[in-house]
């Protein structure tokens, strides 16, 4: 069984950056899409960005696309989120997540096409 550990949370001021790290366990990692997720006190979780397998199809939230570069290594079995320009409206836990369909190359967005995930790391952007 494949397990994820987020790390690289923390607290910041509105403008900086920060960078998740998504570590995982088991052979099958590099043949999955992974994603990242996040959920703010009170609210829904919400798609931050996803990226397939191969890491040539990424995907972003509208609300973070051009702030947030999602990317992966492989030989490491880890995935990154980047995070500049950071808003404290971006304050939530993140999580990561593990695609259920192995071996192409799409990098969904709904959270119904990922079945393992971390167990989520704090991001508390300061104003």
């Known amino acids: 069984q494949v397990q994820l550990v987020e790390s690289g949370g923390g607290l910041v001021q509105a403008g900086g950056s920060l960078r998740l790290s998504c570590a995982a366990s088991?052979?099958?990692?590099?043949?999955?899409?992974t994603g990242w997720f996040r959920q703010a006190p009170g609210k829904e979780r919400e798609f931050a960005a996803s990226?397939?397998?191969?890491?040539?199809?990424?995907d972003y939230g509208d609300s973070v696309k051009g702030r947030f570069t999602i990317s992966r290594d492989n030989a490491k079995n880890t995935v990154y989120l980047q995070m500049n320009s950071l808003k404290p409206e971006d304050t939530a836990v993140y999580y990561c997540?593990?695609?259920?369909?192995?071996?192409?190359?799409?990098?969904?967005?709904?959270?119904?096409?990922?079945?393992?995930w971390g167990q989520g790391t704090q991001v508390t952007v300061s104003s």
């Open positions: 997540a593990l695609g259920i369909v192995v071996g192409d190359d799409y990098a969904p967005t709904l959270s119904s096409a990922y079945n393992i």
């Open positions: 088991g052979s099958t990692f590099s043949l999955n899409a």
């Open positions: 990226i397939s397998w191969s890491g040539g199809t990424t």
